[in-house]
């Protein structure tokens, strides 16, 4: 297998395996992983490319750990994000990861374009590429934002 | 009532000044600790609504000389979004570098408490136009 054919999902995401395993015509490995300090340290080593997705509410709930993996140029973490994300989320992102722009709802087409892009692109440009965002089909709830909203007050 | 204010404070005198100027129009809530501002807040958001604007001194006296709250409040209503537009407006006795603090953070306008009697005016308008701005 090519290596740059590994996505990790960044939590046990079936709809996110279904999506992706369906919108390939070839076998692309997808390994699905909670966020546990041995995982994050696996990651931070890994010597082979891969694309990390990360839904956005995992990310903002454990963004120093996360940070982490950004040291390790071999990954490429894509943020998944709601179909119409609040403007503070954008905000919030484009400050933190410092991205060029910030996604759209993707179409599986789409979907499928956008992986082959950063599985296709060379070394010297991937570094440029280190944070990528693209969409996904949830909505964040008020729970969810009061959630995130605790987790950093306390 | 036009909006909703939080306001985060722990010095009284200033909660009263704040509360006499604004709450006749406005839907206004002291909170003098963090841990009140997130119950306020939560609960609201519990009921499908936001706060209009909060009102946020950075450091509350009673509960630690040097602690950094306001921020804590701050970052919480960035990160997670249960402020919409960011409409935050600090009013702190904290001088120093403050607007270099804040500067990683969406404020609108930073107050300084010492500068009260010149800046109050410009105060008052500047919440009038941010609520009837967004709402």
Same mark, same amino acid.
């Given at each position: 297998m090519n290596t740059s054919e590994i996505i990790v999902l960044l939590e046990e995401n079936s709809s996110w395996k279904q999506q992706i395993t369906s919108s390939f015509n070839y076998d692309i490995q997808i390994m699905e992983m909670f966020i546990t300090k041995k995982n994050i340290l696996f990651l931070r080593s890994v010597s082979f490319s891969c694309i990390v997705i990360i839904p956005i509410e995992i990310y903002l709930l454990q963004k120093t750990k996360l940070n982490e993996l950004k040291g390790n140029p071999n990954l490429y973490i894509a943020l998944s994000l709601p179909n119409n994300p609040n403007p503070n989320l954008q905000k919030l992102i484009l400050r933190d990861l410092k991205v060029d722009y910030i996604s759209r709802s993707l179409t599986k087409k789409e979907l499928v374009n956008e992986i082959n892009y950063l599985n296709s692109i060379s070394a010297d440009r991937k570094s440029k590429l280190l944070s990528k965002i693209i969409s996904e089909d949830t909505e964040i709830t008020i729970q969810d934002q009061i959630t995130i909203f605790n987790s950093i007050i306390q | 009532m036009e909006g909703k204010i939080l306001y985060l404070e722990d010095d009284p005198l200033w909660i009263q000044e704040i509360k006499n100027m604004l709450d006749k129009k406005y839907d206004f809530i002291s909170v003098s600790t963090l841990r009140d501002a997130a119950q306020v807040i939560t609960n609201i958001a519990r009921k499908g609504e936001f706060i209009d604007l909060a009102i946020v001194d950075i450091s509350l006296i009673r509960n *630690? &000389?040097? *602690?950094?709250d306001g921020f804590v409040l701050i970052d919480a209503l960035e990160r997670s979004g249960l402020l919409p537009e960011f409409k935050i407006i600090v009013l702190t006795g904290?001088? &120093? *570098?403050i607007r270099s603090s804040l500067s990683e953070f969406d404020v609108i306008d930073v107050f300084i408490k010492a500068n009260w009697a010149k800046e109050k005016e410009s105060f008052l308008n500047l919440v009038n136009n941010t609520i009837i701005k967004f709402s």
């Open positions: - | *630690n &000389g040097d *602690n950094q904290y001088e &120093g *570098n």
